[in-house]
């Protein structure tokens, strides 16, 4: 399972995260897009990081999108 951490807020603000849980075939395909999924937001006022790992899979585990708390 790729877990992929998106935390961003205004520099004002304490930073929100999000997390999305998206299966993959293999721990080889998991790391081939744990490398990949990385991007850039150059606002000067935004603060914004990505952070991504690989986990195993638990029986029946759905993806999922969900807020965390920071």
Same mark, same amino acid.
């Given at each position: 399972m790729? &877990? &992929?951490?998106?935390?961003?807020g205004l520099s004002s603000e304490k930073p929100q995260t999000i997390e999305m849980r998206i299966p993959q075939e293999n721990r080889d395909e998991c790391l081939k897009s744990a490398k990949t999924f990385r991007f850039t937001l150059p606002l000067p006022s935004v603060t914004f990081s990505v952070d991504t790992r690989c986990e195993p899979r638990k029986i029946n585990e759905k993806p999922e999108l969900r807020g965390t708390k920071t």
């Open positions: 790729l &877990v &992929v951490l998106i935390t961003m």
